[in-house]
Each structure stands twice: as structure tokens, then as C-alpha cells.
């Protein structure tokens, strides 16, 4: 991560959430989780260990804190995590979740104290990171011996996934979206067994209409609307998913 993609993230923190694309991708990566995940059902009496990696400001892990023992949200944004840290000191938050503030690229970094987790999710974080097959390695590297990764991203289906991002927010992306091939690759030289990379959902998002459109801020989507120019797009978000 570079010092301007970090700054992006923590300028980004303070209105993160009220990024309607952002809500509506966890509320999705939630679901293609629950459903690959049955050992996060509310009814199982020995709740798995979860870790989110580039956990934001924590919407997944929140989400998820029901479903799981514990859940670390771990990411290198020190704004991110203390909009997460300020939603933990909220009357009823939950009591599970805990943040760190690191970029972990080795296994055995000593901030996470020898832990192992039985799941690992990470919404739309791997377009943000340098080395993806040093990423999932480490994923593999997290797990206890059954656990499983749950990795949720936009695909790149092409030169349009470019639009993903309006020009004026590419600090910090690494590739407009993941390559199925690629990530399958990963996943088993990784040495992860059933692997399977797969579209769990396709999201509809306002796009510029021309690069550099947002630069003066996103137009008013009712003003566009009004006038039939918005412009949006359908991106497949895929679903990266292995057992250790
Ligand atoms: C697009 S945001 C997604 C945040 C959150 N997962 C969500 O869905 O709301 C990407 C996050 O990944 C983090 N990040 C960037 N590079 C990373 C890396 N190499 N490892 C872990 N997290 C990273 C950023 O700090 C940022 O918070």
C-alpha cells in the first residue's frame, strides 16, 4: 500500500458509509458468504473465528459479528480503524470485533500473537493490493487446517472495468478487478483444496459518463435522471473460495 492510496483511505473513512455502492456490496458479500459458510449459522453453538482483512470501517465485520466467536478487522488505514473503533464504543455494539491497525503481509507477524482463523473474508480490498498471490498465500498461511477463505472483489471483465472507479479515486488501485483465471491459479498453487472462483452477484453502479467526469464532484443523480443521461453499468463481483 503507498503513503497516497493510505491517505486516500483515510481521508475516504469519515463518509465511507454513506457510500450507497459500498452498502450494497457488503450487503451482497454478506449474503455470498452466509451461503457458502454454514458453519456461521446462527444456530451453530461453536461460532467459527473470523478474520476480515482490509476490514474498512468495519460494515463486514459487523455484519458478520453474529455470526461468528470473534472477528479481527484488521487494516493498514489508521482513519478506517478509528471509524471502526468509534462504532465499537456505540451502547449495544458488539463486543467480538477487534481492530487492528497494520499491514500484515507475513503469517507469522507478531501483532497477531500465533492466531489461526477458521474464515477469512475481504470485500472489495484485493484491487487495492500490490502482490495478489503473496495475498492469498498469506490468507493460506492465516487459516487453521479445515478453515476457509470467502474473498469477495469486482471482476475485470475487460477494459470497461476500468469504470469502476471514477478517475479521481485510482490512488491506490492495482488492477481494475480480478481475473478469474488468475485468481484460481493462486488459489491452488496456494495449496487451498476445492477451490473455486465464481460470479456470486452482479452490482449496477452509476459510472462518468466521459473519464473525469466526477472531478468537479458526482453530479446529482436526479438532475441526470431528469435529464436520461445517467449513465450505469453492471460489474460481476466474484467470489474467491478455498478450504485449507
Ligand atoms: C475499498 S476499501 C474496502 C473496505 C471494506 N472492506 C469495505 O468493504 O467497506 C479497501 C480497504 O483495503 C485496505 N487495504 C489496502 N491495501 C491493503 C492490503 N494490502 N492489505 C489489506 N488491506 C488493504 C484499505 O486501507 C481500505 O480500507
Redesign the pocket.
Known amino acids: ?1 503507498t503513503d497516497s ?2 491517505a486516500r ?1 483515510n481521508t475516504e473513512a469519515e463518509t ?1 458509509d454513506l457510500n450507497p455502492d ?1 452498502q450494497s ?2 450487503k451482497s458479500a454478506l449474503a455470498a458468504i452466509l451461503e457458502r459458510s454454514p458453519s456461521l449459522s446462527l444456530d451453530n453453538p461453536n461460532k467459527p473465528k473470523v478474520l476480515d ?5 468495519g ?2 465485520s459487523l455484519a458478520l459479528s453474529p455470526h461468528a466467536s470473534t472477528i479481527l478487522s ?4 489508521p482513519g ?1 480503524i478509528s471509524a471502526l473503533e468509534t462504532k465499537l464504543t456505540f451502547p449495544n455494539s458488539p463486543k467480538n470485533i477487534t481492530p487492528l491497525c497494520a ?1 500484515i503481509t507475513d503469517p507469522s507477524d507478531p501483532r497477531l500473537n500465533n492466531q489461526k482463523f477458521d474464515i477469512i473474508v ?4 484485493m484491487h ?3 502482490n495478489l498471490k503473496e ?1 492469498i498465500n498469506l490468507t493460506y498461511g492465516l487459516l487453521s487446517p479445515g478453515g476457509v477463505i470467502c474473498l469477495t472483489d469486482f471482476e475485470n471483465t475487460g477494459p470497461e472495468a476500468r469504470k469502476f472507479h471514477p478517475e479521481d479515486k485510482m490512488d ?1 488501485v492495482e488492477r481494475h478487478g480480478l481475473l478469474r483465471s488468475e485468481m484460481e491459479e493462486f488459489v491452488n498453487d496456494a495449496g487451498f483444496t476445492e477451490g473455486k472462483v465464481e460470479v456470486g452477484w452482479v452490482m449496477r453502479k452509476q459510472v462518468e459518463r466521459f473519464p473525469g467526469e466526477w472531478k468537479g464532484g458526482k453530479p446529482k443523480s436526479v438532475v441526470l435522471e431528469a435529464e436520461g443521461e445517467r449513465c450505469e453499468m453492471d460489474f460481476n463481483f466474484l467470489v474467491v473460495w478455498g478450504r485449507k
Open positions: 500500500m492510496s493510505n483511505f465511507w459500498v456490496a457488503t482483512l482490509g476490514a474498512g470501517t460494515l463486514l484488521i487494516d493498514p488505514s478506517m499491514l475481504s470485500n472489495l480490498v487495492h493490493v500490490p495475498f491506490g
